[in-house]
């Protein structure tokens, strides 16, 4: 008896996996299927002659030149130089930021006396500082780094500030009347209702912190995609000029559904009875 309630009780759960699976293939389908209609035209156009192939190679050759480059090392190398001076601008900018922002946001006066030099910077391209930064920096790994920092404190800085900001004065009210401590109040109050718009600002942050290196290393570098990308159209490299804009934008979307993990996992406290945010 025991055991037969014991698989009834479990096959509602085994339905509703099966309903959660066949409902997620049936997402990721339907989210597949414009890109697998681009590549398709991407692979046909070259060949049928809507475009120069010498210009616009197929996808294939593309997709050859990528592998070449993959086994030869090459493009791992370049990968490396990137995601490192990506990963030490975008980290440092949080590290910075984060704490920035939530003293700026938690106290009004600091928020009114910087505020008119954020909107200063904040109105800046990070990119037509590059050659100050090259200037006093050199052309090595720190200009780069810096310049990815620059970029990357904005957003998170600015959505921190908000996020303090836009807390719900009725959570507000309803801790302080239970009499507790201003800095309990920030710590379980304040820090975890802002969580979602910080990691806004963070996601804003990590795919600007690609798209400015990028453009630095096609200024000043001897090794990353960005150089990768210029260095192959200089020589007429097409096929491994589009492998490193693909390379590009794989990492994009990974640094993004990275962030994307790390903020439901931090954000769990907002999801509904049914799973959902």
Known sequence: MVTIEKHVSSAPKLIKQKEFGFSGLQKV???????????????????????????????????????????????FTHFLASITRSVSGFGLAVLIAIPLGLIIGWYPLARELLNPVMELFR??????????????????????????LFACTWPILLNTIAAVGNVDPLLIKSARSMNISSFKLFLKVILPASVPTIFTGIRMAGTGAILVLIAAEMVGAKE??????TYSQYNFQIPEM???????????????????????????WKQNPNGQN
């Open 123 to 148: 109105n800046t391209a990070a990119l037509a500082l590059l050659p100050v930064f090259m200037l006093l920096l050199g052309i090595g790994e720190t200009s780069k780094i810096a310049i990815v």
């Open 242 to 268: 589009y492998a490193g804009i693909l390379t590009i934008a794989l990492l994009g979307v990974l640094i993004n559904q990275s962030l994307s993990m790390l903020e439901r996992k931090f954000s769990k």
């Open 29 to 75: 389908a339907k989210q597949s299927i414009v890109l697998v209609a681009l590549f398709l035209l991407w692979e046909i156009a070259p060949r049928i002659g809507l475009v120069d192939p010498a210009f616009f190679p197929s996808f294939s050759n593309v997709v050859i030149a990528w592998w070449n480059l993959v086994i030869s090392g090459e493009l």
């Open 224 to 229: 990353g995609l960005g150089y990768l990308i």
